[in-house]
């Protein structure tokens, strides 16, 4: 991957727990741990803050940044611009949306594509009033062929897919615009947050747990991570990384196949500091519908990228952990914590060049029992429901399990997110979710033939990666 740039700056992510005096590093949005060397600690500042200065400091941003650990950082040091953009918009009728997208874009290049709009004056007459250039579909080919045809169109080297019915102005762009600074990146998304003013039950819960609203910490996106796709109503990208563009033959999901197929070969990173606004679905059953219509992506997802969309992600340790929680026996307890142990002394002995390599591996298995817990809970009440169901009756141990998921699932998930809902009402409402996605989950597992989609995957990963010294960078 080329080198960055002078004068780049990254700064610690917030989620990245450091010990042995900031030596050992572990967390972040991929979870991973790190071991500096005295070379590259020295470049850290006490803020965090590592500027790309030598190849060494280039080299330790990049290990940083490709584990989650780190992320770039401006603050406000260097001016955004836009000027190398061109913004997509593939549109199906909606022209007061376009009128209201465009209205913020002045100056900028637009390419509008009517995927088969039923009223084509209307879309043409904005696209007039705004100096974008219309491109027409004769008849509706889907969003992804839009795209795809506006993907044509540019001939900038940067590209921005923007779907009609979000709100989004020149700054937020080129904001988004300086990530491809660093020339490993290729594709960029902000935080997508609701446009409706949050007096309806259902608006305020979108506000607070919207499924594209991919949370307040920035991330490197890739499967399995914190932050594992991005979401196609608004994504910069570099045009000569997209290939052919959408899949086509895809009317779900087509945006997460995109950003894994970009992310095999470049990153792809999600900056929330950036906000736009997109009109949620706030009635119940268009609401419903759309959960739905997201979980029969999943099968889709499945056949092209395999383990990737897996449900839940575990260590062999956590697993046989969470397996005997879930047996509720009598030896429950003590097998779980037989696993926990064995995997704290397997962690420590590769930790040994800390000051503390059991303090160290204690701080690690304790975020991946979080994350374990966490996983077991979503199968239970969200992927693995009509199973889970279909034990209720037969099972008290089961009825136990689905009780206290649900319950404590919603408490814990209405503490992080803080929502305008009380407990109660934001708990139903998750769990309405979670049985639309996953009643389409297993819609298009069924409908694919396969349960791929549906299987947890077991995954032991590396434990320490130690950063080069600057005597090995010379």
């Given at each position: 991957m080329a080198d960055l740039p002078r004068g780049f700056r990254v700064r610690l992510a917030d989620d990245a727990h450091r010990c042995d005096d900031g030596r050992t590093l572990f967390g972040g949005s991929s979870g991973r741990l790190v071991h500096l060397r005295p070379a590259a600690l020295r470049r850290i500042d006490d803020a965090g803050v590592l500027a790309v200065e030598d190849p060494t400091s280039a080299r330790v941003a990049r290990m940083l940044l490709d584990r989650g650990l780190a992320h770039p950082w401006w603050n406000g040091s260097r001016p955004a611009t836009c000027g190398d953009v061109t913004v997509v918009v593939p549109v199906l009728d909606r022209p007061d949306a376009l009128d209201r997208l465009l209205g913020g874009l002045p100056g900028t290049t637009v390419v509008v594509v009517d995927d088969g709009s039923t009223d084509p004056a209307s879309i043409v007459e904005v696209c007039?009033?705004?100096?974008?250039?219309?491109?027409?579909?004769?008849?509706?080919?889907?969003?992804?062929?839009?795209?795809?045809?506006?993907?044509?169109?540019?001939?900038?080297?940067?590209?921005?897919?923007?779907?009609?019915?979000?709100?989004?102005?020149?700054?937020?762009?080129?904001?988004?615009?300086?990530?491809?600074?660093?020339?490993?990146?290729?594709?960029?998304?902000?935080?997508?947050?609701?446009?409706?003013?949050?007096?309806?039950?259902?608006?305020?819960?979108?506000?607070?747990?919207?499924?594209?609203?991919?949370?307040?910490?920035?991330?490197?996106?890739?499967?399995?991570?914190?932050?594992?796709?991005?979401?196609?109503?608004?994504?910069?990208?570099?045009?000569?990384?997209?290939?052919?563009?959408?899949?086509?033959?895809?009317?779900?999901?087509?945006?997460?196949?995109?950003?894994?197929?970009?992310?095999?070969?470049?990153?792809?990173?999600?900056?929330?500091s950036v906000v736009v606004r997109h009109?949620?679905?706030?009635?119940?059953?268009?609401?419903?519908?759309?959960?739905?219509?997201?979980?029969?992506?999943?099968?889709?997802?499945?056949?092209?990228?395999?383990?990737?969309?897996?449900?839940?992600?575990?260590?062999?340790?956590s697993a046989v952990a969470a397996g005997a929680l879930l047996a509720q026996r009598r030896w429950s307890i003590p097998v779980a914590?037989?696993?926990?142990?064995?995997?704290?002394?397997?962690?420590?002995?590769?930790?040994?060049?800390?000051?503390?390599?059991?303090?160290?591996?204690?701080?690690?298995?304790?975020?991946a029992l979080h994350a374990t817990l966490t996983q077991t809970t979503a199968l239970v009440v969200r992927h693995h429901w009509p199973l889970t169901a279909a034990l209720l009756p037969f099972s008290r141990r089961t009825r136990r399990v689905a009780l206290a998921a649900a319950v404590v699932d919603g408490v814990l998930d209405h503490r992080r997110v803080r929502p305008d809902l009380d407990v109660a009402r934001y708990t139903a409402l998750r769990r309405a979710e979670d049985l639309a996605y996953g009643a389409g989950l297993w819609a298009g597992c069924l409908r694919a033939r396969s349960p791929r989609a549906l299987l947890p995957v077991l995954r032991h990963r590396p434990a320490r990666t130690p950063i080069p010294s600057e005597r090995s960078q010379s």
């Open positions: 007039r009033r705004h100096a974008a250039r219309y491109v027409r579909h004769p008849e509706r080919r889907g969003p992804a062929a839009a795209r795809n045809t506006g993907l044509r169109t540019a001939t900038s080297p940067v590209v921005a897919f923007v779907d009609s019915d979000v709100v989004l102005d020149v700054q937020s762009l080129a904001a988004l615009r300086r990530h491809l600074e660093d020339p490993g990146v290729a594709l960029v998304a902000p935080r997508v947050l609701g446009l409706d003013d949050g007096r309806g039950v259902l608006a305020r819960y979108e506000a607070a747990r919207s499924s594209l609203d991919l949370g307040a910490s920035p991330a490197r996106v890739h499967p399995h991570g914190r932050v594992s796709y991005v979401p196609s109503a608004v994504l910069l990208a570099r045009r000569d990384a997209l290939g052919a563009g959408f899949d086509e033959s895809l009317e779900v999901a087509e945006d997460v196949d995109l950003v894994w197929r970009v992310a095999r070969d470049h990153d792809v990173r999600y900056d929330p009109e949620h679905r706030t009635t119940t059953r268009a609401w419903l519908s759309r959960k739905a219509f997201y979980g029969t992506g999943a099968a889709l997802l499945a056949a092209r990228h395999g383990e990737a969309v897996s449900p839940a992600v575990l260590a062999p340790w914590l037989a696993a926990s142990a064995v995997a704290e002394v397997t962690l420590a002995r590769r930790l040994r060049g800390s000051d503390h390599p059991h303090r160290a591996a204690v701080a690690v298995l304790g975020v």
